[in-house]
């Protein structure tokens, strides 16, 4: 049973390799601005989630704060791209 | 190692909400690959960042609960954060591209 949960766990973190790889193509090839800004916003959730993995697999706890931080740098990073895509300015005076 | 002494009401759910939380996101960023315009590609990685990171969440909250036989419910942070902040990068997002789609605009 253990072993099964092992393989459940590198199954996981295959296909999160897998759409990490997707959102990375689309990043390079998307034709639009916004495209690549939706690619970053799939391509940090997915590296959150990969982190993630491992920490289920080492039992520690110390790879929620990573991935806590992770999702918190990702969002101010896909706003402000998205708000320069909008406004042509991050902060408004 | 992983299941060194995880036991069995805490193993098969959480290898089930792995497994789909894993194809789901999957699905998703490889709708994300292929849709053909971006309002169709806006709607697919969403499928990733709702069910399958809640999926991923509740599993890893079920193993780290089982080792230290006591709940842990540091994951639910990173849910409510996740759950918070997608739309509204969603919502931007679609601002923006409305904005710079629209011919007058520019």
Known sequence: MNMVFDWTVSFAQLCFALAMTCAAIRMLLGPSAQDRVLAFDTLYLNGMLTLLMLGIRSSTLFFLEIALLIALFGFVGSVALAKFLLRGEVIEP | MTGADLPLWATIPAALLLVIGGLLTLIGSAGLLRLSSFFARM????????????????????????????????????????????????????????????????
């Open chain 2, 43 to 106: 709607h697919a990685p969403t499928l990733g960042s709702t069910l399958g990171t809640g999926c991923v969440l509740i599993a890893s909250m079920l193993v780290s609960s089982a080792f230290a036989h006591r709940p842990m419910l540091h994951e639910l942070l990173i849910t409510g954060f996740i759950a918070m902040t997608s739309p509204m990068t969603a919502i931007l997002l679609m601002h923006a591209a409305r904005r710079r789609s629209r011919p007058s605009a520019r």
